[in-house]
């Protein structure tokens, strides 16, 4: 088992109408849910303030793709929200592959017995934990951060 990088992590599920929020615990073993924030002009600052309160040493941020690993609609969303992170931030951000995030995150509220309904207010925060959880593990197998780095005034891919 590899070593992880000590410190605690945040993980972003970026949506249309909300973004989910997660964190990670400081030795980087456990993902767990944050709160939802409303999709705005503010959400970029209410995410730097969180990571400010956690002293977070990286943001990861859910990259959306089909399953073939091709771009979706929602990619360059996401990719665009990361660059305004990494502008914004004082920690790194990191794009990492969420492929069936959100619906990995729909059957675990539903296995919890709530109905979709129910899950509106919070599945975006599952999703930001199913995201960190992917890559801690990643970084936990590999010993490397998982995903790729967005560097503060780079142009979104």
Known sequence: MSLIRRGIRLGIDVGKARVGVARSDPDGLLAVPV??????????????????????????VGLPTNLSGADT?????????????????????????????????HGALRAAGRSTRQSRSIVDQVAAVVVLQQALDVEKRSGNPAGTAVLPGQEPA
């Open 73 to 105: 609609p929602s990619t360059q969303d996401a990719r665009d929200f990361a660059a305004a992170l990494a502008d914004a931030c004082a920690a790194p951000v990191r794009l990492v592959d969420e492929r069936l995030s959100t619906v990995t995150a």
């Open 35 to 60: 709160e939802t924030v409303p999709r705005s002009d503010a959400s970029v600052a209410r995410i730097r303030e969180l990571a400010a309160e956690y002293e977070a040493i990286e943001i990861v």
